[in-house]
Nanobody, 126 residues
């Protein structure tokens, strides 16, 4: 059973940065399309960014475009989410997930999730 492990969350001031990591001990993550989701208090979970398993192409929702960067390090078998210029509204539990590859890249944030991580909390507050 593939297990996803997120790390890197914490408390940061508005305008600050954090880098989240997603690892899968014993599995090769570059075989899979990975999506970062988040769930803010009282809100539904939303997908924010995806990275392809085939060509490394990426996708971002509008609310994080230009501030967040998703990437892979295949040597470390890890997917990252670099988050810059953080805002209080970015406060959420962030999850990485393996998803089914959609027919259109932009649909990746709503693709069926095959495996979930347990999440890491990001709090943006002064």
């Amino acid at each position: 059973q593939l297990q996803l492990v997120e790390s890197g969350g914490g408390l940061v001031q508005p305008g600050g940065s954090l880098r989240l990591s997603c690892a899968a001990p014993g599995f090769t993550l570059d075989y899979y399309m990975i999506v970062w989701f988040r769930q803010a208090p009282g809100k539904e979970r939303e997908g924010v960014s995806c990275i392809s398993n085939s060509d490394g192409s990426v996708y971002y929702v509008e609310s994080v475009k230009g501030r967040f960067t998703i990437s892979r390090d295949n040597a470390k078998n890890t997917v990252y989410l670099q988050m810059n210029s953080l805002k209080p509204e970015d406060t959420a539990v962030y999850y990485c997930a393996v998803v089914e590859v959609p027919p259109v890249k932009a649909l990746c944030v709503s693709s069926r999730v095959v495996y979930w991580g347990k999440g890491t909390l990001v709090t943006v507050s002064s």
